[in-house]
Every structure is written in C-alpha cells, then in structure tokens.
C-alpha cells in the first residue's frame, strides 16, 4: 500500500506541475489586435491605461466590459471611453447612448467601423484605402521606410502642426462623409479626408475616430505618436473616465483551462488547499533530504601583490628607469583600453584625439608625452624624477 501511495503522489505532483505550466507558461507575441488593457502585445492598450491613469491626476478611470444599457442604468454619466474595431450597438445600448448624452456626458469611440443605426443616425460613411505615395514623392526622410507610414495631423492649430506617422496597412480608414451641419473635423489623413470629428448632441459631445489602432502599445511607442493620443483625448472635458471594452471583447469571462474550478468558490478553494499542501509536502520533503553543501572558497587575486612586490624590487635596487618604464608601459596601455587610441605614432592627430577623449587640454597632453619621451630616451633618473612623473600619470589618469 506504502509503494502504490508513492507512485499516486509523483502522478499527482506530475499532474499538478502540468497545470502550473500551463497556467504560467510565457506567451508568445501575438500580432492580434484586442485593445485589451491587461494586453502588453503590440495591438493591445496596456500602456495606454498605464498612462492615462498618470494623466488624469484628478479624474478617476474606471474599466467595465459593461453595455452602454448598463452603464446608463448606473449613472454612469462622466465621460465614456470605447475601443472596438467596429461599433454597432444595438436599439438598447443606442437610446441608453443618447439619453446619457442627455445627461451631459461626452462619450469618445475610436472604431475602424461605424454600423447600423448608430452610423445612420449620425450620417456616416467610412471608407478605407491604401494611401498613395505622395509622402514619397515629396522626397522626405522618415523613420528610414516613409514608403510605408502615412501621416495624420490635427485641424486645431492649438495643438500643432505636427505629423504622425502610421503603417499604411493599419491605418487605412477614415469618414468618406459626416453631417458637417453640426459636426467638425479634429484631424485629418494626408489626402484631407476626416479621420477624427466632435459633435455636439444634447448637453454632451460625440468624439470619433476611424483610428482605434492609434492607441495600441505599437504605436504609442513608436516616435512620438503618444502625443497624437494625448491631443485626441483632450477633447474629453475634466471628469472621471469609464473605459468600457464590452465593444471588443465582450463580458471577458475566464480564459483558464481550469476557469470552471476557479469560477466555482467550493472548488476554487479546495484547488488552491490542495496546492498549498502539495507544495508544503515538496518543501519539507527537500529540506530533509537535502545534503550539506559544501563551501567553495573563490579563487584569490594575487595580481596586485605581484605587482606591489614586483614594483618594490625595482625600487629597492635603485632602478628607477625600469620602474619608470614600466609605469608608462602600463599608461599607454590604459590609453589604448579605454579610450581606444592607438600610441603607436604620436603625432599632433594623437594628441588632439587624446585631449578630446579626456577632456585634458591638448598642451598637458603634448606636454605629458615629452617628458614621457625624455624619460624614455634617458638611460638613468633619479628618485625625484620617477616620482614626478609617477604623480603626473597618476593623475592624468584620474581624469
């Protein structure tokens, strides 16, 4: 019975391992876009909420993956944030939008699609092309492939002139048409057509954009395009944010191969004591079991007493020209190490590349080598004169 007890304990200790492995294995980079917050892939919004948590020092940013129905019926009436790659809300969430315009809230939607009674209510219309080349023809130099980025700029001369560059093949849509009757236009593609409009409705404004893809980690990290998410969300007046992803990602419920067993309390608990006691069990069983580990010492550095026992043979033989030879030998050799100049030839180009690298005036350094060179060309110094030139690279070297 002991030796069959043994063998279930390492099949559940393999078992256990497996779901820990899968739980916490790294993932690998997805190009997916999910505009999820929690997402640090290229096409997801981890850095935004990072930063707009930064940014709105006296707002509040609340997430949901609640319906605009729901949100409404909460009170939600502060300002609306919404990433998708397309929105089509349906009759309830519609009249739940507008009655919280109503209310004076200012709802913000990035989308690349605008569909049913929503893009008929506000008279949309967006389109999507690959931009031509005009950048290219204009003979620019941007980020080393401008073939392949498209700019996009502001309307508001408040917020600049400036252009943001993005990958044509990401960011093609924009608003063939809009009801100019009310709406205005915030930024625009290199061909003059809307990308982004305010409009005013009720008590509260609509803020579009067909450039969700703007707000992903990709971008925000790419030049200075965070700028261009910053100017965009200014827009939205000084209140508390409720970024709502219900539009992307639905209700988000648990992707975890075990989501059943963590969704249920009972068996949630019990998952997590029954961990808690496998780990317990390997812990102590280790510690038991564990044999002494014997102390290696490290092997000791005796580079610098050769040399301090070395140095004080020359000294006390009184040869003080080998000592001092041995001095420079070991200078040049800092020279070439770490400044990375050759002392082959000493001319007035190694002086002045010398002189740059250490920022020592090229008259010290000029006047540094000559004596080097005397010394050098002597074939006897005394005591004095190795200690002067001991001290002068001492602390040339210092510098």
Not at 185 to 190: L, S, T
Not at 237 to 243: M, R, T
Request: proline fraction near 3%; charged fraction near 25%; glycine fraction near 4%.
């Amino acid at each position: 019975m002991k030796k069959d007890l043994k063998y279930y304990l390492i099949l559940l200790l393999a078992f256990s391992a497996f779901i820990l492995y899968e739980l916490n294995k790294p993932k690998e980079l997805s190009w997916r876009v999910s505009l999820s917050k929690r997402d640090k892939n290229p096409y997801g919004t981890y850095i935004l909420n990072d930063l707009l948590a930064r940014t709105l020092r006296q707002s509040e940013v609340r997430h949901s993956n609640k319906t605009l129905f729901e949100l409404f019926h909460e009170g939600g009436t502060e300002n609306l944030l919404i990433l998708c790659q397309s929105f089509n809300p349906d009759e309830s969430d519609l009249n739940a939008l507008f009655e919280m315009l109503d209310a004076g809230a200012n709802i913000f939607i990035a989308s690349s699609a605008y569909r049913g009674k929503f893009r008929d209510t506000l008279n949309l219309e967006v389109a999507g092309i690959l931009l031509n080349d005009s950048l290219k023809n204009l003979g620019l130099n941007y980020l080393g492939a401008l073939e392949d980025s498209t700019p996009v700029h502001f309307v508001n001369p408040h917020l600049g002139d400036k252009n943001y560059y993005f990958k044509k093949r990401t960011v093609i849509e924009y608003f063939e048409s809009v009801d100019t009757t009310r709406t205005r236009v915030i930024a625009e593609n290199e061909s003059g057509y809307p990308v982004m409009t305010i409009t005013p409705w009720s008590n509260g404004n609509i803020i579009l954009t067909t450039l969700p893809l703007s707000f992903t980690n990709y971008y925000m990290l790419w030049n200075r395009n965070h700028e261009f998410v910053s100017g965009a969300l200014s827009y939205l007046p000084d209140k508390d944010v409720i970024w709502t992803e219900y539009y992307q990602l639905g209700r988000q419920e648990s992707g975890s191969p075990i989501r059943f067993v963590l969704s249920n309390e009972s068996l949630r608990w019990a998952y997590y004591i029954m961990l808690f006691t496998l780990l317990t069990f390997v812990f102590f069983e280790a510690k038991r079991r564990q044999r002494i580990i014997p102390i290696v010492k490290p092997p000791e550095n005796t580079t610098l007493e050769f040399a301090e026992t070395v140095s004080h043979l020359y000294y006390s033989h009184g040869d003080h020209l080998n000592l001092a030879l041995k001095k420079i030998l070991f200078f040049k050799e800092h020279i070439r190490t770490r400044y990375y100049v050759q002392t082959s030839v000493l001319d007035d180009d190694f002086y002045q590349e010398l002189s740059n690298k250490t920022g020592q005036n090229i008259e010290t350094v000029q006047s540094l080598f000559q004596q080097i060179a005397q010394v050098e060309a002597r074939k006897r110094i005394s005591e004095t004169e190795l200690f002067n030139l001991s001290k002068k690279l001492d602390e040339f070297l210092k510098n």
